[in-house]
């Protein structure tokens, strides 16, 4: 293919024509991954069909149904005498009009001649893999008989339901944070409660602080309402607490994200040391602490012992989560825990936008919770351990290049490789059959894009062989880089 055309392009469309299905079609599936995958960025324009077309040897009609394919699914805009450029993907607030992107690489992947059609493995999603894991619960998940919901009236309850605030509540003193139900709010999920917060707390320019890499979307959480965004390194004690403090002291208030329960995409456990010191740097500085709780309960260390949120030695400290780590994301129910003025404001900004949580999922999540006993938390940190150390000891074996951490909490691993950005790589393993998050959707700096997130909350077997389509991806990538050279 001619080089002249651009090196995404040529990665693309590389084996296009091993598809299935008309050739326009071929095409149009292998830009719609390119973009999925975010190998190209929004606003880029595609190349003239002519040339194009002359490159991989079909007709120009064959480019131009191609790209009015694009531009049918949303992908791309056609303009008149100025060429075709990718579209803008919606702001992750709003829901897109269309999720044509996925849709397009669902059916390529389940319908053309890849080495793997029709079975993706996914593990860029740090949640359990299905509901095998749920604890039983004495009646199920919901009421029976529908009437049964009549007590509930007309299913709009802008402060949530009681017994599932106190089920949280219960919870949330179980794992050492002290909790009244007076003093949380239930949101659609971690993401949403972290948007609330942010906000109500960030206006343009004020400095907000997080480890980096960060837990993935962060950085459109906070950009999108002007948040000046500065990176601080994560080891394995967690975020590094030194650098924060250098950071607080040269901003004017500002907002601290910290999980410490277990970070996200590393698996970091803040150590006691330096939650203490975080603290100081608060009380310091008039820094206010946003302490992220959704991998609260899943730590994998059998003989260790978590230590107490930070939220549990001063209240000042806002606390959110979700349940999605534990249970299921498909619940989407999360939680805010805050002072009881700010409280206040965060259900006000929350029933602006969200009048109330599906009332189902707040069934299912409050007879959940108080199901989940010790006996089942310790089972289901042990099977996660125990998926955890095979993928590590799959990595070392097959992919010894990689530079991979040893979570201590959590359902993922982060994993350095020796490129300078892993975007290529993933879009490869697309092609593959196993999907994983590149550095670039976690990096806060511009300085982590060479990692990437894997999950190891699948089966060991699926893991196996999520690990068998990554080596032979990586061969691949590792022969096209030296061809490149």
């Not at 994200?257 to 740097?281: E, I, W």
């Not at 511009?446 to 699948?458: I, N």
Request: aromatic residues 4%; neutral net charge.
């Amino acid at each position: 293919m001619d080089q002249d055309l651009g090196w995404w392009v040529r990665i693309a469309l590389d084996g296009w024509a091993d598809r299935s299905g008309p050739r326009y079609r071929r095409i149009a599936a292998a830009l719609a991954e390119a973009m999925e995958r975010r190998l190209v960025g929004a606003r880029t324009r595609l190349p003239a069909e002519r040339p194009l077309a002359d490159a991989l040897g079909v007709s120009r009609g064959t480019l131009v149904r191609a790209y009015d394919e694009l531009a049918d699914a949303g992908l791309v805009e056609r303009r008149q005498g100025a060429g075709t450029y990718v579209r803008p993907r919606p702001a992750w607030t709003q829901a897109p009009v269309e999720n044509a992107a996925s849709a397009l690489l669902r059916r390529r992947l389940a319908h053309d001649g890849s080495a793997h059609s029709g079975d993706v493995i996914d593990l860029s999603l740090s949640v359990p893999a299905g509901v095998d894991h749920l604890p039983n619960v004495e009646g199920g998940f919901l009421p029976q008989d529908p009437h049964d919901l009549a007590s509930y009236g007309h299913g709009l309850h802008p402060a949530e339901l009681p017994e599932l605030r106190a089920a949280l509540a219960d919870h949330l003193t179980g794992v050492g944070l002290p909790t009244t139900a007076e003093q949380l709010i239930v949101t659609s999920g971690a993401r949403h409660a972290l948007s609330l917060v942010v906000a109500a707390l960030v206006a343009p320019g004020r400095t907000v602080i997080a480890g980096c890499p960060a837990y993935p979307g962060f950085s459109a959480v906070a950009a999108a309402h002007g948040g000046r965004l500065v990176g601080v390194p994560v080891d394995p004690l967690g975020v590094d607490a030194h650098a924060v403090e250098r950071a607080a002291a040269q901003a004017r208030e500002p907002l601290v994200y910290v999980d410490s329960a277990g970070h996200d995409p590393t698996g970091a456990f803040l150590s006691a040391a330096r939650r203490d010191s975080l603290l100081r740097t608060a009380r310091r500085h008039g820094a206010l602490i946003v302490e992220d709780l959704s991998q609260a309960g899943l730590d994998l260390d059998p003989d260790g012992r978590p230590a107490a949120p930070l939220a549990a030695a001063d209240d000042s400290v806002i606390a959110i989560g979700s349940l999605s780590k534990m249970f299921w994301a498909g619940l989407r129910v999360g939680w805010v825990r805050a002072p009881a003025p700010l409280r206040d404001h965060l259900l006000r900004l929350r029933s602006a936008s969200d009048l109330a949580p599906g009332v189902p999922a707040q069934i299912i999540a409050a007879r959940l919770l108080p199901a989940a006993d010790a006996g089942w938390r310790e089972g289901l940190r042990a099977a996660l351990r125990d998926r955890r150390d095979l993928l590590l000891e799959l990595l070392a074996r097959h992919l010894p290049a990689w530079r991979v951490g040893g979570p201590r909490a959590g359902l993922s691993a982060w994993a350095v490789l020796p490129v300078t950005e892993s975007e290529t790589f993933t879009h490869l393993a697309a092609r593959y059959g196993v999907i994983v998050a590149s550095g670039a959707t976690a990096c806060v700096d511009g300085g982590h894009h060479d990692g990437v997130r894997l999950s190891f909350a699948e089966s060991p077997r699926t893991l196996e062989s999520a690990v068998d389509r990554l080596v032979a991806a990586w061969e691949e990538h590792t022969r096209r880089l030296a061809a490149s050279r």
